[in-house]
């Protein structure tokens, strides 16, 4: 399976230069090149490499490689939706293939901008460096809205060995609880929920700075640009916590030779009403990038994913099967009116999911 791993370079101030006016030059070409194309109604790459790559050279002063990667990625962003002129901002990721790209040892990489090559140092994680010897095809050079420079590396690497799944660990995903297992194994979205809270109050000081600003006739840049930044802080906060949490449950499985079952989540909230206070805390719920994250560590380790129906997995009795509303007395507790079994909610939910990922391998 193909990876993603990120490398975090390190230029000198004449390298951002370069690397930035490189940057700039080809998402200037590729946004000029996709209106040509919407224009034209094409992302036939062979058609446009003919009609423009000589444009693109002369007018953006780009290499040879640099055209022919600036005509695949406006072909690449035309396909995904044709009825739409797709647009490049002037930082936006740029391609590197090997052409234009080339490692020089295990922290060094060599990159070709306009003002020719230029040798960078990089750091990556342990993770990263375990990996790193399977680097294969493209890679996407990025510029952070903070500033920082990283290399997006593809690695391809082999699935796991497969293990047999008798038996699964049925994960509930939520907002209380991020993740329950059918084991009772509860992890908090306590801390997740107060750095919600904490960047939401930020924010809403800042809105209030910059309003109060404008209602003055000045210009709030500088809030604006703060405010970018606590969104970028608070995203990587929740991609953490989802990876540490993946792990750890992808790392249970394995142990325990059980595969993993979840809920087809998709579209729970255009689905589920949410009171008033519960809709900013469903607003920031990752949970499909948490069950991304599962669901690739699983295939590494050779841990099998079952993805069953959601359908009153919270309301359900795993001992008598009685399906009534009135079985969740409150958000945490589960008490079933037909048996009287009582269990934590996320729990029984967990154990639902976990029988029906079983029922669906043995119909299979």
């Known amino acids: 399976m193909k990876l993603t791993l990120q490398t975090q370079l390190l230029p000198t101030p004449e390298q951002i230069e370069a690397l930035e006016a490189t940057l700039r030059a080809f998402n200037a070409a590729a946004d000029w090149l996709a209106g040509e194309a919407f224009a034209r109604r094409t992302a036939n790459k062979i058609a446009l490499q003919k009609l423009y790559y000589a444009d693109l050279r002369s007018r953006f002063g780009l290499s040879a490689q640099m055209a022919v990667r600036c005509i695949a990625q406006v072909c690449e ?80 690497l082999p699935d796991g060995t497969p293990l047999p799944s008798t038996d699964f660990i049925g ?74 949490l993946s792990k750890t449950l992808v790392a249970k499985a394995k142990d325990t030779e059980r595969g993993i079952a979840l809920e087809n989540l998709k579209g729970i909230r255009d689905r589920t009403r949410f009171r008033k206070p519960q809709r900013a805390k469903m607003g920031g719920w ?39 509303k009135a079985n969740r007395p409150s958000q945490s507790e589960f008490r079933c009116v037909a048996c009287g079994h009582t269990d934590h909610a996320d729990v029984n939910a967990a154990r639902n999911i976990r029988s029906r990922a079983k029922a669906l391998v043995n119909a299979a």
């Open 77 to 156: 962003a035309y396909k995904r939706d044709k009825s739409i002129r797709p647009q490049f901002q002037p930082f936006a990721a740029m391609p590197f293939d090997q052409r234009l790209m080339s490692f020089k040892g295990p922290d060094r990489v060599s990159l070709l901008t306009l003002s020719g090559r230029i040798i960078l140092p990089f750091i990556m994680g342990q993770y990263q460096q375990t990996r790193f010897k399977a680097a294969k095809g493209q890679s996407d050079l990025v510029r952070r809205q903070d500033g920082r420079w990283f290399l997006l590396v593809t690695v391809d």
């Open 171 to 244: 994960v509930d995903l939520g907002v209380t609880n991020l993740a329950t297992d059918s084991d009772g194994e509860r992890h908090s979205g306590a801390e997740v929920e107060a750095c919600r809270r904490h960047y939401h109050d930020q924010r809403r000081s800042l809105q209030q700075a910059a309003a109060r600003r404008q209602r003055r006739g000045r210009r709030p840049k500088n809030i604006r640009r703060k405010l970018k930044s606590f969104a970028g802080r608070e995203a990587r906060f929740r991609k953490d916590v989802n990876h540490h």
């Open 286 to 324: 990752a949970f499909f990038q948490l069950r991304q994250f599962i669901t690739y560590k699983a295939k590494l380790a050779g841990v099998d994913v079952v993805i069953v129906d959601p359908r009153h997995t919270s309301r359900t009795c795993p001992v008598c099967g009685s399906v009534e």
